[in-house]
């Protein structure tokens, strides 16, 4: 658990600012487009870096379930889903909402996994939650706004497919090491991208400005942040390991806050609060 909580941390910082990045990217880049190169550059430098290594190789028949949940799920769909909304949503409420997997991932584990939860780690949840409510300011959001609305929606539904793909990975474990595999992970979710890009953005692009923010995300956040959230997920118990993550939006609330100027409230200093406590907690045997 040690070990995993490093990597936990590492997470943080990397995947906490990425939507204030991707957020200011898309001022001179289209989200469908900012996402296909996100994902295709994170195949070619995971797969470069594991060339080198001379660990390269086809995924093994026990390792397809995860390549193919990982790839499709955590990060096609998610991707798709949550670039979408950044454009329509402040990025600190798009980091709390597409990250907060607590509401999927404890009922999943449970339902499917047949993981015991004892009482406090419910409560650590019910924390965390709150602290979402209180970083999300729902009532803040003009519920009448049809693409705030549409925004908010699709976040919900890119934190269930993140909570899908743990719950697989954890069900049909590979057997290969999580790192050899995203290249094709990476690989797959660029192809389910692409034709998005293509049909609702045929004049879109990543432009000028965009690049360095562009490069940064796909060569350095994507390969190594995912593959320290997939470790997380596999490691960690269910209800742990979604407390754990709501670290994540409240460190992007942080870097949105202080790089954007999004406001920070009593709301935000109350959210943070109860998602370190709710943390702490779970993190107890």
């Keep these: 658990m040690r070990q995993a909580f490093h990597l936990l941390i590492v997470a943080i910082l990397l995947f906490g600012g990425a939507w204030p990045v991707t957020k200011a990217a898309l001022a001179h880049a289209t989200p469908m487009w900012f996402a296909v190169g996100r994902a295709g550059l994170a195949a070619l430098v995971s797969a470069l870096l ?12 026990r ?5 193919v949940a990982l790839g499709l799920l955590q990060l096609g769909a998610f991707f798709v889903l949550a670039h979408a909304a950044v454009a329509l949503v402040q ?16 009922p999943l584990s449970v339902v499917f996994l047949g993981e015991k939860v004892p009482p406090h780690r419910w409560i650590a949840a019910g924390l ?16 009448t706004d049809h693409d705030e609305l549409v925004g908010h929606l699709m976040l919900v539904a ?5 909570s899908l793909a743990i719950v697989t990975t954890r069900k049909w474990p590979p057997a290969s090491p999580v790192f050899e595999l995203l290249p094709w992970c990476f690989g797959l979710a660029t192809l389910l991208i692409l ?7 045929p004049q879109g692009g990543i432009f000028g400005p965009s690049w360095p923010f562009m ?53 935000m200093l109350l959210g943070g609060g109860l998602i370190v406590a709710s943390v702490v907690l779970a993190s107890r045997s």
């Design 50 to 61: 594991l060339a080198a290594l001379g660990r390269l190789h086809l995924p093994r028949r």
């Design 63 to 67: 390792d397809m379930p995860s390549v």
């Design 91 to 106: 990025a600190g409420r798009t980091a709390i909402i597409s990250a907060v997997v607590t509401y999927w991932l404890i």
């Design 128 to 143: 965390g939650l709150a602290g979402v409510a209180a970083l999300a300011g729902p009532w803040a959001v003009d519920w």
């Design 158 to 162: 890119a934190a269930l497919f993140w």
């Design 195 to 201: 034709p998005f890009a293509l049909v609702l953005e």
């Design 215 to 267: 490069l940064y995300i796909g060569l350095i956040v994507a390969p190594i942040g995912t593959w320290c959230v997939i470790e997380v997920g596999r490691r960690l118990p269910g209800a742990v390991a979604s407390v754990a993550f709501l670290l994540v939006p409240a460190f992007g609330v942080l870097v949105s806050t202080l790089w954007l100027g999004e406001p920070l409230g009593w709301d």
